[in-house]
């Protein structure tokens, strides 16, 4: 079995059909807009958000799109592995300690034109310390050059206080949210700060 078999075989098929819409949506959303990163983000649903991503990251690549995930989740390195098997370490500011340049913390997956790069797993207060000590958007923007997509993993938004920290680094959003029950006044809170830092929103998807 190739390299290429064995990735797609730990890919959902239905979950891949139920989101092949939203796929298309982004593709045409940044072949219009190339400089164009996607934050995917969850305020209780990480382990769906991690899915969402993994799995359009490869609908897109399938259609012989580049695709780039930057995961800046450090807890779900293990979950999101499991998919792309990529081999790589954590090594976002391991990297940017020594180098001026973020490219050199990408790593090729399993998954043909699918690339990544993981976050060290940090507090969030060494998080927000650091993406200002190696300003970390002006590293980013440079790759959106090589690549069709850039799909950032945000952590939990239950679990940080400073979350602009974050969307700061995208141009638009997609947020994953329960299918039975959510918190309408903090889900409310979290499109408007979204809207706050002039991410455009492609919507909402319900995972159970």
Same mark, same amino acid.
């Given at each position: 079995m190739s390299s /290429?078999?064995?990735?797609?075989?730990?890919?959902?098929?239905?979950?891949?059909?139920?989101?092949?819409?939203? #796929?298309? %949506?982004?593709?045409?959303? /940044? !072949?219009? /807009?190339?400089? /164009?990163?996607?934050?995917?983000?969850?305020?209780? !649903?990480? %382990? %769906?958000?991690?899915?969402?991503?993994?799995?359009? %990251?490869?609908?897109? #690549?399938?259609? !012989?799109?580049?695709?780039?995930?930057?995961?800046?989740?450090? !807890?779900?390195?293990?979950q999101v592995e499991t998919y792309i098997n990529s081999k790589a370490k954590p090594n976002l500011f391991t990297t940017l300690k020594t180098s001026m340049f973020l490219s050199e913390a990408i790593q090729p997956t399993s998954v043909e034109r699918l690339d990544v790069i993981h976050i060290e797993d940090l507090s969030d207060e060494e998080i927000v310390t650091k993406f200002n000590e190696y300003n970390v958007l002006s590293k980013l923007s440079p790759l959106t050059n090589y690549y069709d997509h850039i799909f950032i993993i945000g952590p939990q938004v239950d679990d940080m206080e400073n979350y602009g920290t974050y969307l700061e680094l995208a141009d638009s959003a997609v947020t994953i949210i329960s299918a039975k029950k959510n918190d309408k006044h903090e889900l409310s809170k979290y499109l408007q700060k979204i809207n706050l830092f002039n991410v455009k929103s492609f919507g909402i998807l319900r995972k159970v």
């Open positions: /290429n078999e064995q990735s797609e075989s730990v890919f959902d098929k239905d979950l891949l059909n139920t989101l092949y819409d939203t #796929a298309i %949506a982004i593709r045409k959303e /940044n !072949k219009d /807009n190339p400089k /164009n990163k996607t934050i995917f983000s969850s305020l209780t !649903k990480q %382990a %769906a958000t991690v899915e969402a991503t993994v799995h359009i %990251a490869y609908l897109l #690549a399938s259609l !012989k799109d580049r695709v780039l995930i930057v995961n800046l989740d450090g !807890k779900s390195f293990n």
